[in-house]
Nanobody
Framework: QVRLVESGGGSVQAGGSLRLFCAHSGYSGRRYCMGWFRQAPGKEREGVARIGFDGDYPYYVDSVKGRFTISRDNAKNTLYLQMNSLRPEDTAMYYC????????????????WGPGTQVSVSS
């Protein structure tokens, strides 16, 4: 099963930027799409951005489109999320996960969520 460790979160003011990192391992040689999710207090976890194995087909939900950029470095087994123009409503715990390409369904190798990384945006 894949191992996931997120990092890079922090506390910023509205309009600021953060870059999140997801170190993923445990499935050498296999090709998976990857995605970022977030969960705000009292809300369900939601998909935010996803990307193909070769860094192609980036997809963003409307609320982050134009502000967030997803990318990956397969040589480093690392997924990134560059977050600009942050808003208070972006405050959440952020998680990464391998996906079935084309949607938000978790890949079969997914075992459990990583620890997540907290993003807090103040107004």
């Amino acid at each position: 099963q894949v191992r996931l460790v997120e990092s890079g979160g922090g506390s910023v003011q509205a309009g600021g930027s953060l870059r999140l990192f997801c170190a993923h391992s445990g499935y050498s040689g296999r090709r998976y799409c990857m995605g970022w999710f977030r969960q705000a207090p009292g809300k369900e976890r939601e998909g935010v951005a996803r990307i193909g194995f070769d860094g192609d087909y980036p997809y963003y939900v409307d609320s982050v489109k134009g502000r967030f950029t997803i990318s990956r470095d397969n040589a480093k087994n690392t997924l990134y999320l560059q977050m600009n123009s942050l808003r208070p409503e972006d405050t959440a715990m952020y998680y990464c996960a391998p996906l079935v390409c084309g949607g938000w369904r978790l890949a079969s190798i997914f075992g459990s969520w990583g620890p997540g990384t907290q993003v807090s945006v103040s107004s």
